[in-house]
């Protein structure tokens, strides 16, 4: 739970343990369900895709790879520039997870490679997915905090309402926070495009 931006509204002493266990519980579901996932993965198709991978780099030559991963840059670059400018909150968190599978390669690019470009993409482009990533955290709270007040016990007390209150003061704040976000986004883009 972000106790911070909760504590910073002045949720209601009495629902915070309330909404800590309801926030207990949902974790325990979602740790079973991954441990469901885990108790069923084949690490066969792993190691398949893992050896296929790398018999592929072995055998393909140095201008073969290059070409392929520029196409991939490009591409990735075109679809992060059409997510970035459809500007509304779906297409910002799945640019994020764009941005997070490029920041990989360029990591790695960077690492390999002596031009500065790539450097300038990586930081400009964790930048980026640092401040989706701080927004986004706030939306998943709010829907928490507004999931948690819509049960039966906790929406006929004062303060369930006030705690109401309390969501919507940071939704307010969240898309307030959005709006420059997107604009600090649209510069902080520029590098990852001259790449």
């Not at 075109?78 to 764009?98: A, D, I, Q, V, Y």
């Not at 997070?100 to 930081?123: C, D, G, Y």
């Not at 948690?148 to 940071?170: P, Q, T, V, Y």
């Not at 704040?173 to 959005?178: D, G």
């Amino acid at each position: 739970m972000n106790r911070s931006a909760v504590n910073r509204f002045g949720f209601p002493q009495e629902l915070t343990k309330k909404y800590r266990d309801f926030l207990k519980k949902r974790e325990k579901r979602s740790v079973r369900k991954i441990k469901k996932m885990i108790d069923h993965f084949e690490c066969s198709h792993l190691n398949k895709a893992i050896i296929g991978q790398y018999s592929y780099f072995k055998r393909a030559d140095a201008e073969k790879k290059a070409l392929k991963f520029r196409r991939y840059i490009r591409n990735e670059i075109g679809l992060m520039k059409h997510l970035l400018f459809k500007s509304n909150p779906e297409s910002f968190h799945k640019l994020r997870t764009h941005l997070k599978s490029f920041n990989t390669i360029i990591s790695f690019l960077q690492k390999t490679s002596r031009n500065k470009k790539f450097k300038k993409a990586l930081i400009s482009g964790e930048h980026a997915a640092m401040l989706i990533g701080n927004w986004h955290d706030q939306v998943v709270l709010i829907k928490s905090i507004q999931k948690f007040l819509s049960r039966k016990e906790n929406l006929g007390s004062k303060s369930g309402s006030s705690a109401l209150k309390i969501a919507d003061e940071m939704e307010k704040e969240n898309r307030a926070y959005y709006q420059t976000m997107k604009n600090e986004i649209k510069h902080v883009f520029n590098p990852l495009i001259t790449l």
